[in-house]
């Protein structure tokens, strides 16, 4: 850990505790009010940027590399098949590494590719309100918000369908490690890591004999320049694929609809302009983004906000306080599914922005038109379920919910789902 210089010491703090990972705009809010640009992380020693403007000018400063394994070693977990994970993906590299394998998924992640998962997420989110109807009481991600975008991912790469529920246990347990880890959860981090690099590694082995028209046959003929994906780095990506493939989007649908629930009004709205649903799901991202913050290391010496910044240092950028930064737009806590410029950085900015961002939209827009459409009411089944903590995924405990089908319900319309 860096030694703090005397501008950190006397930043205001935000600990990453429960209080933040459950209620991370009240943790934040009183230092906007105070007209704060920065915090520190007590329990990393770091500095975290909560601005609109630092924030989305950080994320495009080439002064800031990706994290790499840098969070977790920070944290005393330098081993273990989770990290190694970590020090081979995409999203935690910088170039040249990161440029080489975004170009190669780039090139398999063709628009032909893109263009035959909208009638599919469309049948697929169908089959589930149709099965959710027939029960009246469902568990929102059980049935439906992790569902969907897992077997969307899982059709794209061909996965037997066998096989969802047990891809679906492993990015739950993976997602334990966004925070800070105990050792107990590292152990069961880095099982589920074994668990999806065994299965990748069959899979592939698999469809080098039998290839098909999927993205993974495509990622295994994948060349570019003569640079082919190495074994390893092809595991990483497949295991990339399936794990942020359908986690955020999950949250995205849980937090979009926990939302709507809590303005009735706007819900109300929604219901009666369904056209208004590709702005909405833009509004839904601004006010509870489904990652709450995103970690960086400074390349160099430098000072960012009036902060000093030692080279090596880790610094977050805090997604959620960005997008309700006052300074960025007018009225940042009210949430209006009709606001005219609803911009956020929840994909986040420069080059790592999400390259899966227009599945994610397509997805959530095809999710919200099919659940306002098949259900003339949706409420809370019981108690208003309770944010989770110790974890930088913004997700619900539990959702909790109880469905009326629509009666006389026309063929479904399609307006919505297309590309961003």
Same mark, same amino acid.
């Given at each position: 850990?860096?030694?703090?210089?005397?501008?950190?010491?006397?930043?205001?703090?935000?600990?990453?505790?429960?209080?933040?990972?459950?209620?991370?705009?009240?943790?934040?809010?009183?230092?906007?009010?105070?007209?704060?640009?920065?915090?520190?992380?007590?329990? +990393?020693?770091?500095?975290?940027?909560?601005?609109?403007?630092?924030?989305?000018?950080?994320?495009?400063?080439?002064?800031?590399?990706?994290?790499?394994?840098?969070?977790?070693?920070?944290?005393?977990?330098?081993?273990?098949?989770?990290?190694?994970?970590?020090? =081979?993906?995409?999203?935690?590299?910088?170039?040249?590494?990161? &440029?080489?394998?975004?170009?190669?998924?780039?090139?398999?992640?063709?628009?032909?590719?893109?263009?035959?998962?909208?009638?599919?997420?469309?049948?697929?989110?169908?089959? +589930?309100?149709?099965?959710?109807?027939?029960? !009246?009481?469902?568990?929102?991600?059980?049935?439906?918000?992790?569902?969907?975008?897992?077997?969307?991912?899982c059709?794209?790469?061909?996965?037997?369908?066998?096989?969802?529920?047990?891809?679906?246990e492993w990015?739950?347990?993976?997602?334990?490690?966004?925070?800070?880890?105990? /050792?107990?959860?590292?152990?069961?981090?880095?099982?589920a890591?074994?668990?999806?690099?065994?299965?990748?590694? =069959?899979?592939i082995?698999?469809?080098?004999?039998?290839?098909?028209?999927?993205? +993974?046959?495509?990622?295994?003929a994948?060349?570019?320049?003569?640079?082919?994906?190495?074994?390893?780095?092809?595991?990483?990506?497949?295991?990339q694929?399936?794990?942020?493939?359908?986690?955020?989007?999950?949250?995205? *649908?849980?937090?979009?609809?926990?939302?709507?629930?809590?303005? /009735?009004?706007?819900?109300?709205?929604?219901?009666?302009?369904?056209?208004? *649903?590709?702005?909405?799901?833009?509004?839904?991202?601004?006010?509870?983004?489904? *990652?709450?913050?995103?970690?960086?290391?400074?390349?160099?010496?430098?000072?960012?906000?009036?902060?000093?910044?030692?080279? !090596?240092?880790?610094?977050?950028?805090?997604?959620a306080? $960005?997008?309700?930064?006052?300074?960025?737009?007018?009225?940042?806590? =009210?949430?209006?599914?009709?606001?005219?410029?609803?911009?956020?950085?929840?994909?986040?900015?420069?080059?790592?922005?999400?390259?899966?961002?227009?599945?994610?939209?397509?997805?959530?827009?095809?999710?919200?038109?099919?659940?306002?459409?098949?259900?003339?009411? *949706?409420?809370? $089944?019981?108690? =208003?379920?309770?944010?989770?903590?110790?974890? $930088?995924?913004?997700?619900?405990? &539990?959702?909790?919910?109880?469905?009326?089908?629509?009666?006389?319900? /026309?063929?479904?319309?399609?307006?919505?789902?297309?590309?961003?």
């Amino acid at each position: 850990m860096s030694s703090e210089s005397s501008a950190q010491k006397n930043l205001p703090e935000l600990p990453f505790d429960d209080r933040y990972f459950r209620s991370p705009h009240a943790a934040v809010a009183p230092l906007l009010a105070a007209g704060a640009r920065a915090a520190r992380v007590p329990e +990393l020693g770091t500095t975290i940027f909560f601005r609109h403007a630092d924030v989305a000018a950080l994320l495009q400063d080439g002064r800031f590399g990706a994290m790499n394994a840098h969070y977790y070693e920070q944290q005393g977990w330098s081993e273990g098949l989770y990290v190694d994970w970590v020090r =081979r993906t995409l999203v935690f590299l910088d170039p040249p590494d990161h &440029d080489r394998l975004r170009a190669l998924l780039a090139r398999a992640f063709t628009p032909r590719q893109v263009s035959r998962i909208t009638p599919v997420t469309r049948e697929i989110a169908e089959t +589930l309100a149709e099965a959710a109807a027939q029960r !009246g009481e469902i568990d929102l991600y059980e049935s439906f918000a992790q569902k969907l975008p897992l077997q969307v991912i899982c059709s794209l790469l061909a996965i037997p369908s066998i096989d969802f529920d047990a891809v679906g246990e492993w990015t739950a347990d993976l997602s334990l490690a966004t925070a800070t880890p105990t /050792p107990a959860v590292r152990l069961q981090v880095d099982q589920a890591m074994k668990n999806f690099d065994d299965y990748a590694r =069959r899979l592939i082995a698999e469809r080098r004999l039998r290839p098909g028209d999927d993205l +993974l046959s495509a990622l295994i003929a994948v060349e570019a320049s003569g640079d082919r994906l190495s074994p390893d780095e092809l595991v990483a990506m497949v295991v990339q694929l399936l794990y942020a493939g359908h986690e955020t989007t999950r949250n995205l *649908i849980g937090n979009g609809l926990f939302t709507l629930l809590d303005h /009735p009004e706007q819900l109300a709205h929604l219901r009666q302009t369904p056209d208004q *649903i590709p702005n909405a799901v833009e509004e839904m991202l601004r006010y509870e983004p489904p *990652i709450l913050f995103l970690t960086r290391v400074a390349r160099e010496d430098l000072e960012w906000a009036g902060v000093p910044i030692a080279a !090596g240092e880790l610094v977050h950028v805090d997604l959620a306080a $960005a997008n309700r930064d006052p300074a960025a737009r007018p009225d940042p806590l =009210r949430f209006d599914v009709a606001r005219a410029d609803p911009h956020h950085l929840s994909f986040g900015w420069g080059m790592h922005f999400c390259m899966g961002a227009s599945v994610a939209r397509m997805e959530a827009r095809v999710a919200f038109a099919t659940l306002l459409e098949r259900f003339a009411s *949706i409420e809370h $089944a019981g108690e =208003r379920p309770a944010w989770a903590p110790a974890t $930088a995924l913004r997700t619900l405990e &539990d959702f909790p919910l109880r469905l009326v089908p629509a009666p006389n319900r /026309p063929q479904p319309s399609r307006p919505a789902a297309g590309p961003s």
